[in-house]
């Protein structure tokens, strides 16, 4: 069965196309780790909750869209040994020293997919 492992990040709205060039740019070395599908969504219609929301989760602030993304995996197995490869290559140490966002904010997770419909 597939694995996700999903993203929240917020990003400065200025920094749209630099972001959308910066995950571009990473596929490649993701998809040399394993990752089979990724997805990176744009925020467009995303409200303010009374008690939480996606905003509040990463501390958004008012110049910054929320992103919405997922990586598809084969597997567990074949994620957890692409996370660790890619904490040990240093093309993404270099990606890390110009990421468009501040990524002490991201939250991230790992799903096992319930229904794919």
């Known amino acids: ?46 409200p303010n909750g009374e008690v939480t929301d996606f905003r509040r989760a990463v501390q958004a602030k008012d110049d910054e869209k929320i992103v919405f993304a997922w990586f598809e995996y084969p597997s567990k197995e074949v994620r957890d040994e692409a996370n660790r490869k890619m904490m040990a290559d240093p093309r993404m140490q270099q990606m890390g020293e110009k990421m468009p966002f501040d990524g002490k904010r991201m939250i991230f997770g790992g799903f096992v997919p319930i229904l794919d419909l």
Not at 9 to 35: M, Q, R, S, W
């Open 1 to 46: 069965m597939k694995y996700v492992e999903g993203f929240l990040v917020a990003v400065p709205a200025a920094n749209k196309d630099i972001y959308k060039a910066h995950a571009t740019e990473a596929f490649a070395l993701f998809k040399e780790f394993g990752v089979t599908r990724m997805v990176e969504c744009w925020e467009d219609d995303v």
